[in-house]
């Protein structure tokens, strides 16, 4: 009797641990009482080893754990010949006779492996499903765990899936009924996809159920769909998750026929197919048709924001493909203004489509719309050909910041090419004096400096005065970062003092805050230039008090006073008084120049009495550091 043994049904008693032997008892009582089962009892062996499958027991071990590392059970469940492994754990199974079976389910150290019970009873049930049956249900019983039951439904479906559809649907644990229910409709979906339409929405694996609705797509007639949409759609039973599997069905539907498709979702509810699913099925109909699917979503714009962003893409692919021009641009007279621009865009014409696209584009009035759309071009322009990219924008976007920022990333998008200085010279001849003339010189120069430092810093000092220090200073700053060692040797053979300073600058700082003012101090206090000496310790200990106040502070006590440690003082009072204002005004009173030090001190004093006037004051009052004058000066006129 399928689906019963020892007069008790699968899912109405709890499973307790029983004598193994039990499955041979019910193996004895059900198949080997069929004397004519002869195929059961056959010797097979393998025609490429030799073995028999007894012979292949240590074999059959080792490619269940193999299996397991490549995907196990759902790659048995789904069929999918995933490397060599599952292909030889079947093969091992194929030589399998019922009296092999037999012995293999009553091995204890085996029958655990999920893996291997379902190519075991994959087997099994291609030999007789009854018997294959009974086995599942005694092992189930005493052990709770549902393996095998892909493989058994599986193969059993493919004998009589009636049969084997009848047996799931009597499973009253809903988890295994499920798991059962997919191993069914996943064997039969090409040979029965009636049974599979039919039943779909029973399923409540998410994942599964989305392939098996792809795969049942190829099977039915696109007459079918619409309905099979609309039951998909309405569908709110237990977990189902109706907008992905409805993608699903509508991607292939868009591919057999994309006009019945989009007919259909436009025949919906507002908000009944979720913009994702949209945009999912709505590319696969601009990607094939670009111009039909514009002209069918034309009506719809104005009431779907996805079918809008997806219309402005396929407008695109349309315009680019050539051919119909005119058509293209007069549907967007008419349409147009309903369009977006996409946000998320992955395709961009190239070489001549984008040039007469450009063109195109400059015929149509002057707007957000127009200007988005020949920045989306210009975008696609600037990965294929920046150059040309570069002097379309000059031509057609208008000024202001959008199109230096554009200018800019063009310029580091040909620098990083390989051509870091034919990208300097081009911002230099062609874009007139200003920030994004800066902006672009800095972004070749940035790239300049990974790769040519010497040659870069050489090029920058030869730059108009404007330019030349900005340049020297993304130099100096990218360098510093890469190579800070290597600055630093360079300072003691470059000439130029700007160049010097803006270097010194810019290395002393990155040896301070990322490794730490220790060993580089005694190298700053020994360069042989007063004025870079000075620069290289204030920037030293700008990087350094930033990293650590405790230790940079400490250092400030090994410095001769001068101008010198007067520097790195001002350096570390402005840092240090962003946690601890008492210690920062301490510093600032060891400033040895009078003027400076009034300065420092001044300010840091105001800066507090702003935050906190309370602290402030009492701090003021009771210094007795503070020179009388500079406490009433603080005290009457405030921050």
């Known amino acids: 009797m399928i689906g019963y043994i020892f007069g008790t049904q699968v899912g ?117 499903p009854e018997d294959a049956v009974s086995v599942w249900e005694d092992l189930f019983r005493r052990s709770g765990k549902p393996d095998g039951v892909h493989g058994l439904v599986g193969a059993w479906a493919q004998l009589d899936s009636s049969a084997a559809e009848r047996w799931v649907d009597s499973l009253e644990d809903s988890k295994i009924r499920n798991e059962a229910l997919a191993a069914l409709f996943t064997a039969v979906v090409e040979s029965n996809p009636a049974l599979v339409e039919r039943r779909i929405t029973d399923l409540e694996e998410i994942e599964v159920s989305m392939d098996l609705i792809s795969r049942l797509g190829w099977q039915l007639e696109p007459t079918r769909f619409s309905a099979l949409a609309t039951r998909i759609l309405a569908e709110n039973r237990g977990n189902w998750s109706n907008q992905n599997q409805l993608a699903a069905l509508l991607e292939v539907w868009a591919e057999r026929d994309s006009t019945a498709m989009f007919a259909w979702i436009l025949d919906q509810p507002a908000g009944g197919v979720r913009d994702h699913v949209v945009s999912r099925v709505a590319e696969a109909g601009a990607t094939a048709d670009p111009a039909a699917f514009v002209r069918a979503i034309g009506p719809s714009l104005d009431q779907n924001p996805a079918l809008a962003e997806m219309a402005g893409k396929a407008w695109m692919t349309w315009l680019a493909g050539g051919g119909d021009d005119d058509a293209a641009m007069a549907w967007f007279q008419s349409h147009g203004a309903k369009m977006k621009v996409p946000t998320r865009n992955n395709w961009y014409p190239a070489g001549k489509a984008a040039e007469r696209v450009l063109e195109r584009l400059s015929t149509l009035p002057d707007g957000e719309l127009t200007q988005d759309f020949t920045r989306m071009v210009l975008d696609g322009l600037a990965m294929s050909d920046p150059e040309s990219a570069l002097r379309h924008a000059l031509e057609r976007m208008p000024e202001g910041r959008e199109r230096e920022v554009f200018l800019t990333s063009t310029v580091h998008n040909i620098a990083q090419r390989g051509d870091p200085g034919g990208a300097l010279e081009w911002a230099v001849a062609n874009l007139p004096a200003g920030q994004g003339q800066i902006d672009a010189v800095g972004a070749a120069m940035r790239v300049w400096a990974g790769n040519q430092p010497r040659v870069a810093v050489d090029r920058a000092m030869k730059l108009p005065d404007l330019l030349r220090d900005g340049a020297l200073g993304t130099v100096a700053y990218e360098w510093s970062q890469r190579s800070p060692d290597q600055v630093a040797a360079y300072l003691t053979g470059v000439s130029d003092p700007a160049a010097k300073k803006m270097l010194a600058r810019n290395a002393y700082f990155q040896f301070g805050f990322r490794h730490g003012g220790e060993s580089y101090l005694g190298q700053a206090l020994v360069l042989p230039d007063e004025s870079i000496k000075a620069e290289a310790v204030r920037a030293l200990f700008d990087g350094w008090s930033r990293a650590n106040l405790e230790t940079s502070g400490a250092a400030l006590k090994s410095i001769d006073p001068g101008p010198v440690r007067d520097g790195a003082i001002e350096e570390f009072v402005g840092n240090a008084a962003q946690t601890d204002r008492v210690a920062a005004l301490a510093w600032s009173l060891e400033i040895e120049n009078p003027q400076k030090r009034r300065e420092v001190t001044m300010q840091q004093s105001r800066y507090w009495l702003f935050s906190n006037r309370e602290a402030a004051t009492r701090w003021i009052e009771s210094s007795e550091s503070l020179p009388a004058e500079w406490k009433a000066e603080l005290l009457t006129k405030g921050p």
Do not use: M, W
């Open 12 to 128: 109405t008693s709890s499973p307790t641990r029983g004598d193994r032997g039990r499955v041979t008892q019910t193996i004895d009582s059900h198949a080997l009482s069929d004397s004519e089962t002869s195929i059961a009892n056959q010797a097979l062996r393998d025609p490429r080893t030799g073995a028999t499958f007894a012979e292949s027991h240590e074999r059959l071990l080792d490619l269940a754990r193999s299996a397991k590392k490549v995907g196990g059970v759902p790659y048995i469940l789904e069929r999918r010949r995933h490397g060599h492994s599952h292909l030889e754990l079947e093969r091992i199974f194929a030589l399998a006779s019922q009296e092999d079976l037999i012995a293999f389910f009553a091995e204890e150290n085996v029958t655990d492996d999920p893996i291997i019970l379902s190519a075991a009873f994959s087997r099994f049930a291609a030999i007789s």
